[in-house]
């Protein structure tokens, strides 16, 4: 599949430096092929399972809504420069399968995320959400990797 081809574009963030790594590379794949970047962020409902009864759900949940809308602001906000249109989706539920479900039932070309650079044993898994899309998603995953900071010195 070349790059033309890739005209639905579904980028997973959490807002972490890793996701933005990941954007950006979404971000110029649409440039480069004139797709359409849909910028995911699920709002994890596996916090809530582990709150206490009398914890305040709905302001945990309107906190991470906050979160959410944050992380896919600053996607639009690079699109934008780049001249990519960007559209933002808020998710609520297990990220690995919202992510999953959204990329399979809206037909998106690739799945673009972001995971931190390890080394080691480490190495062996990714984070469990990315590596979660991974093996189950059932259009093709990019995953971008962050190198250490030790790694980039040495380049």
């Given amino acids: ?7 639905k574009i579904m980028i997973a963030t959490d807002g972490s ?10 971000i110029e794949l649409a440039r480069l092929s004139g797709g359409t970047v849909y910028a995911v962020y699920v709002v994890s ?3 809530f399972s582990s709150m206490a009864v009398d914890f305040d759900w709905e302001r945990m949940n309107e906190a991470l809504k906050k979160e959410g ?13 780049e001249g990519v249109y960007v ?15 959204y990329a399979e039932e809206n037909k ?4 673009v ?12 898994l990714l984070g469990s959400v990315a590596e979660n899309v991974v093996r189950h998603c059932k259009v093709p995953v990019m995953i971008v990797s962050q ?3 030790n790694k980039l010195a040495g380049m």
């Avoid at 599949?1 to 005209?7: C, E, I, P, S, Y």
């Avoid at 600053?74 to 934008?80: A, L, S």
């Avoid at 998106?108 to 799945?111: A, F």
């Fill in 147 to 149: 190198l250490p900071a």
């Fill in 87 to 101: 559209e933002l989706v808020l998710l609520e539920g297990h990220p690995a399968d919202e992510l999953i479900r």
């Fill in 17 to 26: 430096i890793c996701s933005r790594m990941a954007a950006n590379n979404a």
């Fill in 69 to 81: 809308h944050s992380a896919v602001s600053y996607v639009k906000r690079t699109g934008e420069m």
């Fill in 113 to 124: 995320m972001g995971t931190l650079g390890k080394t080691g044993l480490d190495r062996l």
């Fill in 108 to 111: 998106m070309d690739i799945v």
């Fill in 45 to 47: 409902t596996d916090y």
């Fill in 1 to 7: 599949m070349g790059v033309a081809n890739f005209k």
